[in-house]
């Protein structure tokens, strides 16, 4: 009792750490729920913070849309089935979207590390990150260290916020903004993977069963900034004009993307403004070939 | 399941809700915690249960056959190693053994055994060693007559299985646990609190200090560019040593206030370690149930000290090495359980302790240098591989790079707590200053859980369990 009465003092005193237990509940749900969707849509880190379901259903109100990106998600056969679950086996509208940048379509990406992570999670840690996220944000607890910073330090000016939702989608805001700032590690996954052909045959191999079996799939390449395009054309050997012909060949509906009209904030991924904006024009790109 | 999770905190309130319902009927009681403890373990990967009950069963036939054929009780004991043995050896050792094999016939080219190895041998089940030593010390012991087998076989069971100690010990012996477990006790109130305080000091090493700790040390051994100052390796290592003996001693703890709850009691497994002042005390307060289970069933019975003093080193050697090997597949284990044999043989050969050890200066260098000693081992034990544990040694001994132990505000903080225990206890100051007030004695307790409850590091499961 008195262990509960300090336990509860404290917690009304001490600082708490939203953030994580809100990460850890989206990416357990994102992977585990059994949930039904019309539509998939399937990358990496671009994608699960570019692409916003919520905005999308402006247009498309009727259909349910999960933002199934992964850090370093691959476009391989084993996400591909996972996605293929999640979708309504029974509609008539079934729609997988494809985000396709240089590593989603390299041996970088072929573990599927994060989603494996989150797919073998021990069932206890499951449970507490489903269903006891609010008690142990509330009790959340702080290093000497952070209880230094918090109690002597002036909060920090940089920041890097991000809102889980969901619907799969990370709404990400980082300050100061540098677009330069990521391109160092992507020189260093490109010194070691390239864009695999034999990955990009597999995709169009699946992207023409998917439309054989009345899916419709639809792909881009997520916009960042011009060095970072710049790099992956060259270094990472990404050949956008390739991949959408290929791309339309099997099936698939391509959109273009004018990359000068979006903003990222370390060269990689999209402020929530451009997130917005590519959301809406999926979304139309979408209804105009759907429907 | 983890102790250190809320699913077992609901698990164990259902288990003993309803163990309280059963009241005095022991074979009830017993056959709930047979369930329980099976659900408990089978929570992890029930697909492993068979290996439990596999050597239970043949633990419990093997022994009420010696009964019934005392003629044949030697080819039933040696039934019994077989089987055990062979389930860890498959279950345990398959990987490491044909990844040796390849390598020694130059195997990776071609044909690879590893490779053809089935991927269900390859995961080793969590607390392998510790039930299977369990099971078969109960043969021994009906060998040796030191117990007569039991009947039955829901007790034996509730024996083998009983889930505080059941995947991280300690390795609790039938000849003492038996004869507790069928007689009924009624848990009395001060019982219940001297449970209360060994889980709760369980829960404070594990989570407060060892899972504080973890962090630092992780970041230290898998960096690809390994610190070259032998300042920050001496304070990692001593930072591994508090991390895994409070993550031992904190699984025992909770493991003993557990079975206080039930009415029983668990031999104490770790008594302050690091203030030994030589190798053999070491190994009378270090994982204490483990080091006698070696004594008594592989030391004592290859001849112990008393066949001269050369097969008296190889019998230690012996011990060591394989007690290193009983703690995972790999080289690195192994090599630890040489180390600690080299410097028992030295200290048996030299008496170096008793030497060093007639002052009070003397007894701080002899604690210095087994400290230094243990801390040395403990490199191999963490170590990645072998080429690792000697670079880092050779770093340590370079005395050299830059002044930072690499521990941190945080680290500072969780290992001078553990240095302020260690030495309170070694000069007898703990003893001192008990708390003796009850009122105050509750209140601390609240505190402590306080900070469990705020200061927990990064949740991760018990170092031993991989054992």
């Known amino acids: 009792m008195l262990a509960a009465i300090f336990c509860g003092l404290l917690s009304f005193v001490l600082p708490k750490n939203n953030e994580k237990y809100l990460s850890e509940y989206f990416w357990s749900r994102k992977t585990l729920s059994k949930q039904k969707y019309n539509m998939i849509i399937m990358g990496d880190s671009r994608v699960y913070r570019g692409v916003s379901p919520q905005i999308m259903q402006k247009q498309l109100p009727q259909l349910k849309i999960l933002n199934f990106g992964y850090s370093n998600g691959g476009l391989n056969p084993a996400m591909f089935e996972a996605a293929e679950q999640k979708l309504v086996a029974n509609s008539s509208t079934k729609i997988i979207v494809l985000g396709i940048t240089a590593n989603s379509v390299s041996g970088y990406t072929e573990k599927n590390t994060q989603y494996l992570q989150e797919l073998m999670r021990p069932r206890e840690e499951v449970i507490e990150r489903l269903y006891f996220s609010p008690v142990k944000y509330w009790f959340s607890p702080v290093s000497p260290q952070q209880l230094k910073l918090w109690l002597f330090e002036p909060p920090p000016v940089a920041y890097y916020k991000n809102e889980y939702h969901l619907n799969g989608y990370v709404r990400s805001e980082k300050f100061p903004a540098d677009t330069m700032e990521a391109i160092p590690s992507y020189v260093k996954d490109f010194t070691n993977y390239k864009v695999d052909g034999s990955k990009l045959e597999t995709l169009y191999k699946q992207v023409g069963e998917w439309n054989n079996n009345g899916i419709t799939v639809v792909g881009f390449r997520p916009p960042v900034s011009f060095s970072m395009r710049m790099l992956e054309d060259t270094m990472g050997l990404y050949n956008e004009a390739e991949i959408e012909a290929r791309m339309t060949k099997a099936g698939a509906h391509w959109l273009k993307l004018d990359h000068s009209q979006y903003k990222t904030y370390d060269g990689s991924h999209l402020d929530e403004y451009s997130a917005v904006q590519l959301s809406d024009t999926l979304a139309k790109f979408i209804k105009s070939i759907h429907w | ?467």
């Open chain 2, 1 to 467: 399941m983890l102790f250190n999770s809320l699913i077992f905190v609901l698990f164990a309130s259902v288990f003993f809700a309803i163990a309280k319902l059963l009241g005095k009927r022991v074979n009830a009681r017993l056959l709930w915690l047979t369930i329980a403890s099976f659900f408990f373990y089978g929570w992890w990967d029930w697909r492993f249960l068979f290996l439990i009950v596999f050597s239970g069963l043949i633990d419990y036939f093997a022994a009420l056959a010696m009964e019934r054929f005392p003629s044949k009780r030697k080819f039933l004991l040696t039934l019994s190693v077989i089987a055990n043995i062979g389930s860890l050896s498959v279950f345990k050792y398959s990987g490491f053994i044909a990844k040796n094999i390849d390598a020694l016939l130059g195997l990776n080219g071609g044909f690879s055994l590893l490779a053809n190895t089935p991927d269900f041998f390859l995961i080793t089940p969590v607390g392998i060693s510790f039930y299977t030593f369990q099971s078969m010390s109960y043969t021994f012991d009906v060998y040796r007559n030191k117990m007569k087998p039991t009947k039955g076989i829901i007790h034996f069971f509730a024996y083998l299985s009983m889930f505080p100690q059941l995947v991280a010990g300690p390795i609790v012996r039938a000849q003492t646990m038996l004869p507790q477990m069928l007689k009924v006790t009624q848990v009395s109130k001060d019982e219940r609190w001297a449970g209360f305080q060994l889980v709760v000091r369980g829960y404070f090493k594990k989570m407060v200090i060892a899972d504080n700790l973890a962090p630092l040390v992780v970041a230290a051994f898998s960096s690809p560019e390994p610190n070259s100052s032998s300042l920050f390796w001496w304070g990692t290592i001593i930072a591994f040593a508090f991390q895994i003996y409070c993550d031992f001693a904190g699984y025992s703890d909770i493991a003993r206030g557990l079975a206080r709850w039930m009415g029983y009691d668990f031999p104490d497994n770790f008594k302050h370690p690091y203030i030994s002042t030589s190798m053999q005390e070491f190994w009378t307060r270090w994982h204490i149930s483990l080091s006698t289970w070696f004594r008594d069933y592989l030391y004592i019975p290859l001849g112990g000290s008393k066949k001269g003093t050369f097969r008296t080193h190889v019998n230690l050697w012996i011990t060591m090495v394989l007690s290193g090997l009983w703690h995972g597949a790999a080289w690195t284990y192994v090599a630890w359980g040489a180390l600690h044999a080299f410097f028992s043989s030295f200290e048996r050969i030299t008496h170096w302790p008793k030497i060093v050890s007639k002052s009070h200066l003397g007894r701080f260098v002899a604690w210095l240098l087994v400290t230094m000693q243990v801390l040395v081992a403990w490199v191999f034990f963490r170590a990645e591989s072998i080429e690792q544990a000697f670079a880092i040694i050779k770093t340590m001994f370079a005395f050299s790079g830059s002044i930072n132990l690499g521990w941190g505000l945080n680290g500072s903080i969780f290992i001078g707590i553990m240095i302020l225990r260690e030495l309170s206890v070694a000069l007898g100051l703990d003893r001192k200053f008990k708390i003796k007030n009850p009122v105050w004695e509750m209140v601390f307790y609240a505190l402590i859980i306080a900070v469990i409850v705020f200061f927990r590091g990064e949740g991760s499961e018990f170092i031993y369990f991989q054992f």
